[in-house]
């Protein structure tokens, strides 16, 4: 079974950084995109940043200019840097990978919360 553990939330205060990262199992093969959503309280969950495996990049609109997405394909890990955070960012953080065979892998979250 595969396996995504994530990394790097936490609490930090408006305007602050912090880095997620994901690192997929070695059991997850033909991986295609890799990225990263997120969940607030009473919200569903909303794709944050993603990248196919040609590095084509993905941003919801209210990260673009905040938040960078990375990859390293040799070693299966995604992270998510992000900066000049917004209380509204406060959510849980999901890695995704889907394989080229469409199937669908999910971390089991990290908490970003964001303090005004």
């Known amino acids: 079974q595969g396996q995504l553990v994530e990394s790097g939330g936490g609490l930090v205060q408006t305007g602050g950084s912090l880095r997620l990262s994901c690192a997929a199992s070695?059991?997850?093969?033909?991986?295609?995109?890799m990225g990263w959503y997120r969940q607030a309280p009473g919200n569903q969950r909303e794709l944050v940043a993603i990248m196919s495996k040609s590095n084509k990049t993905n941003y919801h609109d209210s990260v673009k200019g905040r938040f960078t997405i990375s990859r390293e394909n040799a070693k299966n890990t995604i992270s998510l840097q992000m900066n000049t955070l917004k209380s509204e960012d406060t959510a849980v953080y999901y890695c995704?990978?889907?394989?080229?065979?469409?199937?669908?892998?999910w971390g089991k979250g990290t908490l970003v919360t964001v303090s005004s």
């Open positions: 995704n990978v889907r394989s080229a065979r469409g199937e669908d892998f």
């Open positions: 070695g059991s997850i093969v033909l991986i295609n995109t």
